[in-house]
C-alpha cells in the first residue's frame, strides 16, 4: 500500500487513540473495535511507511521516535482537516457552528460568563429569503470555554484546539497567521495566611529564607510547548495544583507560600485571611494580551467579492474585548455582583 494511502485521517485518529488510551486494548473499547483489528491497522500502517511506530517489547503501546513523529504531525494534519471543514461552514453561514475561547486561570470567569450570557441574547438578522418573520433565538454558535495555564493558553490557540486566546503573555513572539492584541497587566503580591510562619518575618523577605518554605504552583497546561515556571527557587519544596483559585486555596490553608493575582485574591486581602508581605526579589506586573487567527480571503487567488473566513462569533468577541472597560473587567472583576455588558 503506498504511504499517502496508508496516512488516511482514520489512521491517524488511531495512532492518536492508542497513544492517549496507553494500550491497544483500551483504544479498541473506545473505538468498538477488537484489538486484533488495530494490530493489524497499525502493522499495516507500519509496512506502508516502512518504519517501527510502537515497541512491543514492553507489552504497552509505546511509540517509537517514528511514532512520536507521526502523532505529532498527525494531530496537527487533523486540526487543519477540522479547521477547513469549520472555514467552509463559516463561508456558507456567517456564523461559526463552534468557537472555542482559552483564557488563563487569571482571566475574571464572572466577566467572561457576563459576555457569553450577552452573545446567547444576540438576535441576528434572519437571512433575506428566509421563512418566517421571527428572530433566531441567540447565532446558533456552541461556545466552548477552556481554562488554560501560562503556555498552554498560547499553544490551545496555535495547535487548532482554540479559535480565542484571552491572557497569552504580551512578549509573545509575532507569529504568521495570528494576531494579537494588548490586554492589560496583572499586579502579583507575595501572600499567606495569618498563621504562616512568614507572616510575623519583620522587613522584606530574602530567597534564602523563602528556600525554606514550601510553595505553592500552578502547572503550566502546556503539552507540547516548553512548561514555564515562575517563582520557584532551586531546592525548594513545590505543591503544584491545577488552576489559580487552586493555588489561593492551598495558601488560605497555609499549605504554602507564594505570589498570587491581586485581583484574583484581593477580598481575602481585605478580610484577612492572607497576608501579603513584602520579599526583596522584585516581581514586575505581568502584561497579557489576546491573540486570534488572522482572517484570509476564502477563495484561490483572494477573487474580489469573497468573504472573509473570520466568522461573525469571532468578530462579535473582537467588538467586546476593543472596549478597555471589558479589557480592564477581564483583568480585575473576580468578585462582586454580575454587570450587563453592553
Given at each position: 500500500m503506498p504511504a499517502r494511502s496508508a496516512l488516511t485521517p482514520d489512521a491517524l485518529a488511531m495512532m492518536d487513540t492508542i497513544a492517549r488510551t496507553g494500550s491497544f486494548a483500551a483504544a479498541a473499547r473506545e473505538l468498538g473495535k477488537v484489538p486484533s483489528a488495530l494490530t493489524y491497522s497499525v502493522r499495516q500502517l507500519e509496512d506502508a511507511l516502512d518504519v517501527l511506530l510502537f515497541d512491543r517489547r514492553s507489552g504497552q503501546a509505546q511509540l517509537t521516535a517514528a511514532g512520536e513523529e507521526l502523532l505529532a504531525e498527525g494531530r496537527r494534519l487533523l486540526a487543519q482537516l477540522d479547521a477547513v471543514a469549520n472555514r467552509v461552514r463559516r463561508v456558507a453561514t456567517g456564523w461559526e457552528t463552534q468557537l472555542t475561547v482559552a483564557a488563563d486561570?487569571?482571566?475574571?470567569?464572572?466577566?467572561?460568563?457576563?459576555?457569553?450570557?450577552?452573545?446567547?441574547?444576540?438576535?441576528?438578522?434572519?437571512?433575506?429569503?428566509?421563512?418566517?418573520?421571527?428572530?433566531?433565538?441567540?447565532?446558533?454558535?456552541?461556545?466552548?470555554?477552556r481554562t488554560e495555564v501560562l503556555n498552554g493558553t498560547w499553544e490551545a490557540l496555535t495547535s487548532g484546539q482554540a479559535d480565542l486566546a484571552i491572557g497569552i503573555k504580551a512578549e509573545t513572539p509575532p507569529t504568521p497567521g495570528i494576531e494579537t492584541r494588548p490586554l492589560g497587566t496583572v499586579e502579583f503580591?507575595?501572600?499567606?495566611?495569618?498563621?504562616?510562619?512568614?507572616?510575623?518575618?519583620?522587613?522584606?523577605?530574602?530567597?534564602?529564607?523563602?528556600?525554606?518554605?514550601?510553595?505553592?504552583a500552578v502547572a503550566d497546561s502546556a503539552q507540547r510547548l516548553a512548561p514555564l515556571t515562575h517563582n520557584l527557587l532551586p531546592g525548594q519544596e513545590v505543591f503544584t495544583v491545577a488552576t489559580v483559585q487552586a493555588k489561593v486555596e492551598a495558601q488560605l490553608r497555609c499549605l504554602g507560600c507564594g505570589f498570587?493575582?491581586?485581583?484574583v485574591a484581593r477580598e481575602h486581602i481585605r478580610a484577612g485571611h492572607l497576608v501579603v508581605k513584602p520579599v526583596q526579589r522584585v516581581r514586575q506586573p505581568a502584561a497579557l494580551g489576546y491573540a486570534w487567527r488572522s482572517a484570509a480571503v476564502a477563495g484561490a487567488g483572494g477573487a474580489r467579492g469573497r468573504r472573509p473566513t473570520q466568522g461573525l462569533a469571532l468578530q462579535w468577541w473582537l467588538q467586546q474585548l476593543d472596549s478597555p472597560a471589558t479589557r480592564r473587567a477581564l483583568l480585575d472583576r473576580h468578585c462582586g455582583l454580575p454587570q450587563p455588558v453592553d
Open positions: 486561570g487569571v482571566i475574571s470567569r464572572l466577566t467572561l460568563f457576563e459576555l457569553c450570557e450577552a452573545f446567547y441574547a444576540l438576535r441576528p438578522k434572519t437571512p433575506r429569503g428566509a421563512k418566517g418573520d421571527a428572530a433566531p433565538a441567540g447565532p446558533g454558535t456552541r461556545l466552548r470555554l503580591v507575595f501572600a499567606v495566611a495569618p498563621h504562616h510562619p512568614l507572616a510575623r518575618y519583620e522587613g522584606p523577605i530574602p530567597d534564602a529564607e523563602l528556600l525554606h518554605h514550601r510553595a505553592v498570587v493575582p491581586e485581583p
